[in-house]
């Protein structure tokens, strides 16, 4: 693990604007692991909002709801921000907007009737995987420690931080909610230490009584990249290793994000479908860097056209994610998905790369937090000797740059793998 530059200033303490009026919306049918849905509305439909535009296709994958009231106006192939390209639902949007009230008779509901809610409102992981979170809920084997994870390791991103000053007590029902589904032994809030702001909220949380929670904690992390990975942050807190090719759950533990229970406390209590989210919107080519509540779909072109973002400069560089995990983007043409926390417009950041040779000395190795050779992975790429990169456990790299960054010869460690990574087998 590496310690890096945070850049979450003036971001992290500035309260969080919402932008509820795009006139359109693109909104991709794979916006989670798993198979793409598959629609349910036609063009020219009229939709309302919460309503269900496509359905999940299988055990692994997600519903996808209208985040306004509009008119179905195309369902094409439309810039992806992962994928590049992506089968889309662009909705015509009109202004009027739904208000959600809360569900009665909440302490009715069993356990399969919650389940089904969670699945039926579309909610998937909202730490950037977006694996369905009802898959995660049904966990096949007996969970020990859930974890919250607070972490949000990635420089300039802050919505998590500022989810947890502004919505702490929704946060704590999504986990009231989640414990009564898996039924843990413990509870670990985990926070990195340069989140002080809320540390005090939680305790308070914790020890009011007011939520229904077996044994739960909050542990203070050293801020660290990249802390907030799942394996990483099970073995900061419990020393536990996953073992590669095995899931947080064979080893008893389970992860979700503080955004994930947020979302999951909004299906629940206001049967609230996953329509929009906290966005970070960082980079010195931004006039005023902002967390921002957006539709799901809102394009990046249309935050500036609406002059909710507004640049000091252009951009070099236009990334959705973190710099250290994220994937630069060529234009602003591209939607915002479920599982999007930030985008960066980058100028005085971005430095000429200039390559050079190995200098075999192993750097890359030391700071790799799944323990993995990355000097290897190049140099067998470079070679196109693919054979034998599934013996060095090419498939458990996470891609978290921790290599690329640290490396003297300024090698893109990670394109390598990317690459290498293309020519291993899938099982
Ligand atoms: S850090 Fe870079 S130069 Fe050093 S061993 Fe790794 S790949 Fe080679
Ligand atoms: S090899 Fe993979 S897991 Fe290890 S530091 Fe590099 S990107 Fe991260």
């Not at 419990?238 to 947020?262: E, M, R, S, W, Y």
């Not at 200098?359 to 190795?365: D, G, L, M, Q």
């Not at 067998?380 to 498939?395: A, F, P, Q």
């Amino acid at each position: 693990m590496i310690r890096i530059k945070e850049f979450k200033e003036p971001q992290h303490n500035l309260k969080s604007e919402k932008f509820v009026n795009p006139k359109k919306l693109i909104l991709p049918l794979c916006q989670h692991t798993g198979r793409p849905s598959t629609p349910c509305v036609k063009i020219k439909d009229e939709v309302e909002e919460g309503q269900l535009l496509a359905k999940e296709d299988g055990f692994i994958s997600a519903q996808l709801h209208s985040p306004s009231k509009g008119k179905i106006l195309n369902i094409s192939n439309f810039n992806h921000p992962v994928l590049q390209k992506g089968n889309a639902i662009v909705v015509l949007c009109s202004p009027e907007k739904k208000s959600y009230s809360l569900r009665k008779h909440i302490d009715d509901l069993g356990n399969d009737e919650i389940v089904d809610i969670i699945k039926n409102n579309g909610i998937v992981g909202m730490g950037g995987a977006g694996f369905p979170s009802h898959v995660k809920l049904q966990p096949p084997k007996k969970i020990d420690t859930l974890l919250i994870n607070g972490c949000e390791c990635e420089p300039f991103l802050s919505t998590d931080h500022r989810l947890m000053i502004e919505n702490l007590k929704e946060i704590f029902i999504g986990i009231e909610i989640i414990a009564k589904l898996i039924k843990p032994k413990r509870i670990v809030f985990a926070l990195e230490e340069n989140k002080t702001e809320e540390k005090k909220q939680i305790n308070f949380y914790i020890n009011t009584r007011k939520f229904k929670l077996p044994k739960t904690e909050l542990i203070i992390l050293k801020t660290a990249y990249p802390q907030g990975g799942e394996k990483q942050l099970i073995y900061a807190v419990t020393k536990q290793k996953v073992p590669g090719g095995k899931l947080p759950l064979d080893i008893g533990c389970l992860v979700h994000n503080v955004a994930t229970c947020f979302a999951i406390y909004e299906a629940v209590y206001l049967n609230k479908p996953l329509i929009e989210r906290l966005v970070s919107f960082c980079g010195d080519s931004l006039v005023k860097p902002k967390n921002v509540w957006v539709k799901i779909g809102t394009t990046l072109q249309e935050l500036f056209d609406q002059k909710i973002l507004e640049f000091i400069n252009e951009p070099k560089k236009i990334i959705s994610g973190g710099p250290m995990m994220g994937i630069t983007l060529t234009n602003l043409e591209y939607p915002i998905l479920k599982g999007n926390g930030g985008f960066l417009f980058l100028r005085n950041h971005v430095t000429e790369i200039k390559e050079s040779a190995c200098i075999r000395c192993a750097r890359c190795i030391d700071v790799c937090p799944m323990n993995l050779l990355p000097q290897e992975y190049v140099k067998r790429v470079k070679n196109e000797e693919y054979n034998n990169l599934v013996d060095l456990n090419i498939k458990d790299c996470i891609e978290c740059g921790c290599c690329a960054y640290i490396c003297p010869a300024q090698l893109p460690i990670v394109h390598y793998i990317k690459t290498g990574k293309v020519y291993v087998p899938k099982n």
